[in-house]
């Protein structure tokens, strides 16, 4: 069903092809992982399998890529629209609609189906995924992890023979990734060959026929399952992988929120940050004669953020973390309650100077025509006005995070790994008192993982609180000084 021979792709401008010479091979009903690195070509080869490059996405291939019979660069991608499922990396960028139940529909309107067919096949999606609950809802007001879900159910609504993903997981919760499985347990079983780009392992350990393992653009190692299973696990460390078993980092998430919930019953040492006070937060909507009725509204227990300290917000997708984060940055009024800072209460205005946000769709915050250039952009409030020790502190930062080598290129031209750790970046250049990142591993290998909660211990051993909000069990068991679960 999809076949790469001898495939080299280099994107327009670019110096250096993001692929070399791969090849591969998925059978018909096949399940094959893409692993490797943060960068090392795994979205290029999705691109290539359902046709977005170098149609699409401006560039040149070298080679020959097919899947279902079409061949890249010749077939368009309405034909390849028909045949294969795609689901991208940042699922906003792949909605045409504004709500769910539309979006779902769009594809099968496309095809020109009766629209008793459409219904039914929604209906059916909607039971597939568990997504009863977020039909005829605003796809903006879901949370990433429901948009994530929402734009897997649509990629499924044509029955196609592939399905790609890239980073299907990176905004799911435990219960979002189980759903996920058996979903795609079924469309395997139905003949349905899917290739995925994933870091996260475990998920789809008993899914997975080959795993293709991918190093600057090029394969370094093609598996059956039961091979790469029994492969050392520093070799899997090498290369940048996680865990196949998540149990041990699980329990070790389970005790932390337990110790929590122990240490906020009693005294603490230190006035904190941040504090809320019978906090509730959510969003309203107009209704008729121009009053506004809560459309989500969650209450938040009062809770403490102390210099020094690293505190995850983990729960379900939906559960509020993201509006919570949203609300004490100062971006959203809350629906109730106060948000204190050192101790005394805090308007939006005051809120936003003290913090820096790194948001889960970082794309909505880089602004500059450059890597370094976007972290220059945060220099004013570096607390530095030398030009020259502001580009050693740019440069140091790029260094940490593994971006000073790309430092000049575009940041649109940066894989989502790379995008997450820039816009982690521009939060280190900025002199606050609080740094709330929403989801900042989605799309990191366990190296930049690791890498990305060594820069959150030294923002917290410099004084900061730092808020995580997270699904990411091995961050959290990790890098996480507190758990708050969210339910």
């Known amino acids: 069903m999809c076949m790469l021979r001898a495939c080299t792709f280099t994107y327009a401008l670019a110096d250096a092809a993001a692929v070399r010479d791969v090849g591969l091979q998925a059978a018909r ?3 094959v992982v893409l692993a490797g690195r943060s960068g090392c070509g795994k979205t290029t080869l999705t691109r290539l399998l359902n046709g977005l490059a170098p149609g699409h996405v401006a560039g040149t291939l070298a080679g020959e890529a097919r899947t279902a019979g079409l061949a890249a660069g010749q077939a368009s991608v309405g034909d390849y629209a028909r045949v294969v499922g795609s689901v991208f990396q940042n699922p906003k960028t792949q909605y045409f609609q504004g709500n769910s139940t539309d979006e779902l529909a769009f594809a099968c309107e496309n095809a020109g189906m009766p629209s008793g067919e459409i219904r039914a096949r929604i209906a059916r999606a909607a039971r597939r995924f568990g997504i009863e609950a977020l039909l005829d809802r605003s796809i903006i007001e879901l949370s990433g992890g429901q948009q994530q879900r929402l734009a897997v159910a649509a990629a499924t609504m044509l029955d196609p023979a592939v399905l790609v993903l890239d980073e299907p997981t990176g905004n799911l919760d435990a219960d979002a990734m189980r759903a996920l499985h058996d979903m795609l347990a079924r469309l395997k079983k139905d003949g349905v060959t899917i290739v995925a ?3 996260r392992l475990a998920w789809c350990a008993d899914l997975a026929d080959r795993y293709v393992v991918l190093e600057s653009g090029a394969v370094v190692g093609d598996y059956d399952a039961q091979s790469f299973l029994q ?5 899997l460390r090498s290369w940048g992988l996680r865990a196949l078993d998540m149990g041990g980092a699980r329990a070790r998430v389970r005790e932390k929120i337990d110790e929590s919930r122990r240490r906020s019953a009693g005294p603490r040492d230190g006035a904190p940050v941040l504090r809320t006070r019978g906090l509730r937060v959510g969003y309203r909507r107009p209704s008729l004669f121009g009053a506004k009725t809560p459309d989500f509204a969650r209450d938040v227990p009062d809770l403490e953020f102390h210099a020094g300290r690293i505190v995850g917000l983990m729960g379900r997708n939906g559960a509020g973390k993201s509006t919570f984060a949203r609300t004490v940055c100062g971006l959203q009024r809350p629906l109730g309650g106060a948000v204190e800072l050192d101790g005394k209460a805090a308007n939006g205005k005051a809120l936003t100077r003290a913090a820096a946000m790194v948001m889960q769709d970082v794309h909505y915050q ?10 220059m952009l945060d220099a004013t409030g570096a607390g530095e006005a030398d030009p020259q020790r502001l580009r050693m502190r740019c440069d140091m930062i790029l260094g940490e ?3 000073l080598d790309v430092a000049d290129r575009h940041p649109m031209n940066l894989s989502g790994g790379q995008r997450q750790r820039l816009a982690i970046g521009t939060a280190l250049m900025a002199d606050k008192r609080f740094v709330v990142l929403d989801e900042p591993t989605s799309g990191l ?11 959150l211990r030294a923002l917290a051993d410099r004084g900061v609180a730092v808020i ?3 699904h990411d069990d091995e961050l959290a068991a990790t890098w996480c000084d507190e758990l708050v679960m969210f339910e």
Request: glycine share 10%; no cysteine.
């Open 445 to 455: 290998d366990l190296h930049h993982m690791m890498r990305v909660g060594a820069l």
């Open 366 to 375: 880089l602004f500059a025509d450059s890597v370094r250039g976007e972290l």
């Open 231 to 235: 492969l050392p696990a520093e070799r």
């Open 29 to 31: 009903g096949e399940f």
């Open 197 to 199: 780009a994933e870091h």
């Open 401 to 403: 995070l593994g971006l």
């Open 468 to 470: 995580v909000i997270t």
